[in-house]
């Protein structure tokens, strides 16, 4: 909502373009201008729309009957302009317009505390060449500013979720939160170079899906392997009390 009101002095700024340059057929002024009862041939107001009307009768009769005959072809462009114009607002509200907080990353939100109304942890390994890779501490954490509802607290691998509405998290959205969290590195980017044929196993079994869509359930074990498959593929972690 805050996003929309940043767009009201650009809509005015249209809009009085517009209006400087007699774009909108009288109706368009009347949705956009609302209450205001102006003459727009002498730009007296009046206090209702009837004074307005009897006003422009008496003192602007003959300009009146002029503006009738002005042609068709310039009534069609004035509407085409005034569409065109119209079209130009909603595209300008319709593509700023957000609920999502500002630093939003695909639906993950950061607030300023954690939320307790769903709480619950995953395990991560990430095995590169045969090797296991440490998680940083710290993804999806801005200090002194919030906590992404998709985080890590430490280098144990456990990604906490924790999120003031119950949803189903996808570990695709932690490691973008991952990818995208200030001073955190290395990034997951950095660490698989890009492959596209990380295989995935979660609870040691393996699941032949791309592990962007991988869901992050309580307790999962969740294993990513880059290259070569090792022979023991973790299959539980020990949560202790998480
Ligand atoms: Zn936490
Ligand atoms: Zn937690």
């Known amino acids: 909502m805050l996003s929309n009101l940043q767009n009201v002095p650009i809509l005015f700024l249209i809009y009085h373009l517009g209006i400087q340059r007699n774009l909108y057929p009288d109706l368009l002024i009347l949705v956009l201008a609302d209450t205001e ?13 009837d004074k307005l009307e009897q006003h422009k009768k008496e003192s602007h009769q003959e300009k009146s009957k002029e503006k009738q005959h002005v042609s ?8 085409g302009i005034a569409a065109a114009i119209a079209v130009a607002i909603i595209l300008v509200v319709y593509f700023s317009d957000s ?26 390994d990430l095995i590169v060449d045969s090797k ?7 993804i999806g954490i801005k200090p002194n500013e919030c906590l992404y509802w998709l985080h890590t607290h430490n280098t144990s691998g456990v990604i906490h979720i924790e ?18 969290t200030p001073d955190i590195s290395p990034k997951f980017e950095d660490i698989t170079h890009g492959d596209k044929n990380i295989k995935v196993f979660v609870n040691g079994v393996e699941v032949k899906d791309s592990y ?9 074990e969740i294993a990513l392997v880059s290259g070569n ?14």
């Open 37 to 49: 009862k102006k003459c727009n041939i002498c730009g007296n107001k009046f206090e209702n729309f």
């Open 72 to 79: 068709k072809s310039s009534r069609y462009k004035a509407t």
């Open 99 to 124: 609920t999502a907080p500002v630093g939003t990353i695909q639906g993950v939100e950061c607030d300023p505390t954690e939320g307790t109304i769903f709480h619950v942890h995953a395990h991560l």
């Open 132 to 138: 296991s890779v440490t998680i940083p501490a710290g």
């Open 163 to 180: 999120s003031p509405q119950q949803t189903t998290f996808t570990l695709g959205q932690f490691i973008q939160v991952w990818d995208n």
């Open 212 to 220: 962007e869509n991988i869901k992050l359930a309580a307790h999962d």
């Open 229 to 242: 498959v090792l022979q023991s593929i973790p299959s539980s972690y020990e949560f202790g009390g998480l």
